[in-house]
């Protein structure tokens, strides 16, 4: 007997946040915004949390042009259960002196149809060698482009 492999539709967890990640790709941070509840709590691990959705406003704008004018995502992983949706990810963060490819794991709490709580950790040994080393990787786009 042949068996029938089923793959059940992503939650709508799972697609609110890749919705969440869609619009900080298109930079469309207003659509991003409504996405998260209004006492979201953001943090970038070990780097103190932002509380509240104006606070993670003011440091996604900070990371947006002309810092940042270029945001994607690979998605490895992503899953959820009982409203918390965990992913694996890489996020490409590109502008005019950064140029980082971040493997993130990322948890995202899930309450009344919007992001509650947006956690990502990286390995801060890569990421700070990346920092150190963006500048140059971006001019070096930069001259291939020409």
């Known amino acids: 007997m042949q068996q029938l492999e089923v793959t059940p539709q992503p939650s709508p967890g799972i697609h609110l946040v890749v919705a969440f990640l869609d619009a900080l790709k298109a930079l469309d941070l207003e659509r991003a915004l409504d996405m998260l509840s209004d006492d979201i ?44 949706v965990l992913s694996e ?30 956690r990502d950790r990286a390995d801060i040994g890569a990421v700070a060698y990346q920092l150190a080393t963006s500048p140059l990787r971006a001019l070096a786009r930069t001259l291939r482009a020409r």
């Open 41 to 84: 709590v953001y943090q970038n691990v070990p780097l103190p949390p932002d509380r509240g959705k104006r606070r993670v406003a003011r440091t996604l704008r900070m990371m947006t042009p002309p810092l940042i004018t270029e945001f994607d995502y690979t998605m490895h992983q992503i899953a959820e259960t009982d409203g918390v």
């Open 89 to 118: 990810r890489t996020d490409y963060l590109r502008g005019p002196v950064v140029d980082l490819s971040i493997w993130v794991w990322g948890t995202f709490e899930i309450k009344n149809g919007k992001i509650a709580l947006w």
